[in-house]
């Protein structure tokens, strides 16, 4: 008896495919695709720009033999299921399959009709049993409005990039790049940079005083100065030293009494369930994650966890998600969950629901939701690494916490006078009456005052004047870059976390302190392409084009129309600036600086990597010098070393790169051996005992601290260790922002100031 064939089910990860497994046994064959199949060509441009634009996708080597694969499976089966997820990523993953499948190269396979018909779309918004089942008996055909709104972004990315690149090539520096939306990112972020240069700090003062109860000399509580003769008193109210001392000498010759006491009840609501730019936000705001380390994480979480005897199974549903939408299911049985576990005063009559602020998001889809509410953080903590447990645990909180009451709080605001009623004082606080939502997530810091009742005398136990200065803006973190991209209706979830990487790999921003600057080259290829692509970077502009490409993917227009309309004078622009366009004008700066070597007049420049001083007589005299970040020249000279080095036996001498100083042989350039110097902590590293740890610098020039018994301990930290251990943990601590010094270990919480440590 002939062997029943199965239906083939393709996946795009092989994770995702080890978990629906579990749910169908041996009724199917599951494969993954690892992804996309087919792409744009890496060599060439690859869009046919003379024929509508059609796009030249390549099987690249390294996918043939999977793509061969899965093409006799296809050819076999009675059925193909293509069950990529279910964005318009993952619609296009399922055409190009089904395009490769009906077509080896471009020759046409035999019955391409047949593999039509037997192949059909499912989608699932999480990897559980149910909704695979369910998704399984609701196929669909692909959506080809999806795969044209993918696939114009694609060509639309690839002509901005390999049309703007050349010309930064040949008018800025070599190996540079742009990109549509990545442009777009940079500028906020150079834009931010010159708002925190331009800045003038103003300086104001404050005063604060602690009243204590006359009648209870243990009890106190703090208040601001806020009005004088009954005018209330702006920022900068308190201009200097001297107002502030005078106002002080005043005030400790007074009296006091309560003026006024207001009381207030107020309701806080809990906030929606995440999208991914929340998601995003909220995890680099209270994790420290990256926007790509929580994608990353995410995808673990959707995809599958090994739950030990439950199997695998996906804990939180789809991650790329603009909708904040929960399914009915999810909101009965967490109904059901809270007022079983906290009580029925816990739990809502009917259902919260809430509506995206967006008019783009896709109210089909739901919001990002633990798939099982019973599976709470504590219950499966022993199933996760320690970063896939905080961020289910954020998803977990946040998505049952929707579904509790408001919180009630009540707020006190005491005024307090002094005898003349010239001088009036404020103290708020507040406590909370009723949890709700926050039970479990959020925590309220309540500010408690005493008991205090209305004319009631108060001694002033100290008044304090306190400096202050008005403070820049702050420069973007990456919750705050996703934040300010939203806002202005650029990119979509599946973007934001490559866009941040992108503009970071390529050089143009620096992470410092998790917060974003740009670098000298980020800054300068900002600029050229403002000035000379101004629609490219144009805020406005690029929010349209995401609106043109949803209504692609609606069906309300087609692509290739969309593609014209930008790219006809896109490219009139950008051949009539390769024309216009004088290299030295946009990468150097006269200087009264003479060569030392031929006596010609030297010139600022920047590269890749900064700026520096030039001899104007290149290529004859190639003389360089480096600048620092202030535009002073840094003075160089050769140090000999007390290394030989190891090839040739030569001397090794002290030279200086752009990422600082480093040991060169030499007999350079018949020998081109260089090491790293080592720079000693005096912190022994506390993984193999052995090493010392030493700072480095890594390809792009950032330094860390690593063991020098490398590759043997692979021990390293980004941050200074200060050669103390944690009290809490025993790991190192580690020098960090704001004079503090904190634990290296991510999982641990201990800070202390530098003095304290010290």
């Not at 289910?392 to 049952?400: P, T």
């Not at 039970?439 to 205090?452: E, G, M, Q, R, T």
Request: overall charge positive; charged content about 30%.
């Amino acid at each position: 008896m002939p062997r029943k064939r199965k239906d083939l089910i393709i996946v795009e990860s092989p994770t995702k495919a080890k978990t629906i497994s579990r749910f169908l046994g041996n009724d199917f064959v599951i494969e993954s695709s690892y992804g996309h199949i087919r792409d744009l060509p890496r060599s060439k441009m690859g869009v046919d720009i003379e024929h509508d634009f059609t796009p030249q996708y390549v099987i690249p080597r390294k996918n043939q033999k999977l793509v061969t694969k899965l093409r006799k499976l296809a050819a076999t089966s009675p059925t193909i299921y293509f069950a990529t997820d279910e964005d318009r990523e993952g619609e296009a993953i399922a055409w190009h399959l089904l395009e490769a499948f009906q077509k080896n190269g471009k020759k046409e396979i035999a019955n391409p009709e047949e593999l039509t018909s037997k192949s059909k779309r499912i989608v699932f918004h999480e990897i559980t049993e149910e909704a695979v089942k369910e998704a399984l008996q609701n196929p669909r055909q692909i959506n080809l409005s999806l795969v044209d709104a993918q696939q114009a972004r694609r060509v639309l990315d690839r002509l901005v990039g390999y049309e703007l690149s050349p010309f930064l090539w040949k008018k800025v520096a070599k190996g540079l790049s742009a990109g549509r939306v990545q442009s777009v990112a940079l500028r906020l972020i150079v834009e931010r940079e010159r708002e925190i240069q331009a800045f003038k700090p103003a300086e104001y003062w404050t005063i604060e005083a602690t009243f204590r109860k006359q009648s209870s000399a243990h009890e106190t509580f703090s208040a601001r100065l806020v009005k004088i003769d009954g005018k209330t008193i702006d920022k900068l109210g308190i201009p200097n030293a001297d107002s502030a001392t005078t106002i002080v000498t005043t005030l400790k010759a007074a009296k006091f009494h309560i003026a006024d006491i207001k009381e207030k009840e107020a309701k806080k609501y809990p906030a929606p369930p995440f999208t991914t730019s929340a998601l995003q936000q909220e995890a680099n705001r209270k994790l420290g994650f990256s926007a790509r380390q929580t994608m990353f994480i995410a995808q673990q979480l959707y995809e599958g966890i090994d739950l030990g005897n439950r199997g695998a199974e996906g804990l939180i549903t789809y991650m790329r998600t603009d909708s904040v939408n929960l399914a009915d299911k999810f909101l009965r049985e967490s109904h059901d969950f809270i007022s079983k576990t906290f009580g029925k005063q816990y739990a809502l009559e009917t259902p919260r629901r809430f509506k995206a602020k967006s008019k783009l998001a896709q109210e089909a889809h739901e919001a990002i939701r633990p798939t099982e509410v019973t599976y709470t953080p504590e219950s499966i903590k022993q199933y996760l690494d320690p970063r896939q447990y905080k961020l289910y645990d954020l998803v977990w909180r946040r998505a049952v916490a929707c579904q509790m009451p408001d919180a009630v709080l009540k707020g006190t605001t005491v005024d307090i006078n002094d005898s003349n009623n010239a001088y009036t004082f404020r103290a708020t606080g507040s406590t909370v009456t009723f949890d709700g939502f926050m039970k479990v997530y959020n925590s309220a810091h309540d500010i408690l005052l005493p008991a205090l009742a209305s004319g009631e005398p108060l001694d002033a136990a100290s008044i304090d004047p306190a400096q202050h200065f008005t403070e820049p803006p702050a420069r973007y973190s990456e919750a705050g870059l996703v934040h300010a991209l939203e806002e202005r209706g650029i990119g979509r979830p599946s973007t934001y976390a490559p866009t941040i990487a992108t503009i970071i790999g390529r050089g143009y921003v620096d992470r410092e302190q998790k917060r974003l600057s740009p670098t000298e080259i980020g800054t300068l290829v900002n600029d050229v392409l403002v000035e000379h692509f101004p629609v490219v970077l144009d805020y406005t502009f690029t929010a349209h084009m995401e609106d043109d490409l949803d209504e692609v993917a609606n069906g309300a227009k087609q692509w290739v129309p969309v593609i014209k309309e930008f790219y006809t004078p896109f490219k009139e622009n950008l051949m009539n600036k390769m024309e216009a366009v004088s290299k030295k004008e946009l990468t150097e700066t006269a200087t009264d600086q003479t060569c030392e070597k031929c006596g010609k007049p030297m010139v600022i420049k920047i590269g890749r990597f900064g700026k520096f001083l030039a001899c104007t007589g290149y290529p004859e005299c190639k003389n360089t010098k480096p600048l620092d970040r202030n535009g002073e020249i840094v003075e160089h000279t050769i140090e000999e070393s007390k290394q030989t080095c190891e090839k040739c036996g030569k001397p090794m001498v002290v030279k200086h790169g752009r990422f600082g100083p480093f040991l060169a042989c030499s007999g350079y350039p018949d020998c081109k051996n260089i090491k790293n110097i080592e720079q000693k902590t005096g912190v022994t590293c506390p993984q193999c005992g052995k090493g010392d740890i030493v700072a480095k610098r890594s390809k792009r020039g950032r330094t860390f601290y690593s063991c020098n018994k490398y590759p043997d301990c692979k021990f390293a930290l980004w941050s200074k260790p200060t050669g103390e251990k944690c009290p809490q943990c025993g790991s190192l601590l580690v020098y960090a922002a704001g004079g503090k010094v904190r634990c290296s270990s991510k999982e641990c919480k201990f800070e202390k100031t530098a003095e304290a440590a010290e």
